[in-house]
């Protein structure tokens, strides 16, 4: 099976007043509906309150990101499916429970993980 990345930005989830709790119940039912079909990895957030660091192999830790990554931030959820149309299935349930449309990114294999 392959892992697939499903993602989106903040700026792209605008949810009116008052409907935040129904969009978070929706997108922890689909959550636990990939953890039910045993289909889930990991998935969260990004903080946004807390800027990101880059750390060289030295230990040396500096403010920032690489110079020409773009700001990284919103949700992001793991799956682990049989196929990319499965990946896409999946992406389309994030997407009607967070009320936006999903990024769809494959991993690579990695026989360790």
């Not at 230990?59 to 110079?67: I, R, S």
């Amino acid at each position: 099976m392959t892992k697939y990345l499903i993602s989106f930005p903040s700026a792209a989830m605008v949810v009116p007043d008052g409907e935040l709790p129904a969009v978070a119940d929706a997108a922890h039912a689909v959550i636990e509906e990939a953890k039910d079909a045993g289909v889930y990895v990991f998935g969260g957030g990004i903080n946004e309150a807390v800027p990101p660091v880059m750390v060289d192999g030295d230990g040396t830790v500096t403010e920032g990101t690489y110079p020409r990554t773009t700001q990284l931030e919103g949700g992001y959820t793991v799956l682990e499916v049989p196929s990319r149309e499965a990946a896409l299935e999946w992406a389309a349930k994030i997407a009607v429970a967070c009320r936006c449309a999903q990024e769809v990114r494959e991993f690579q294999y990695d026989p360790a993980s």
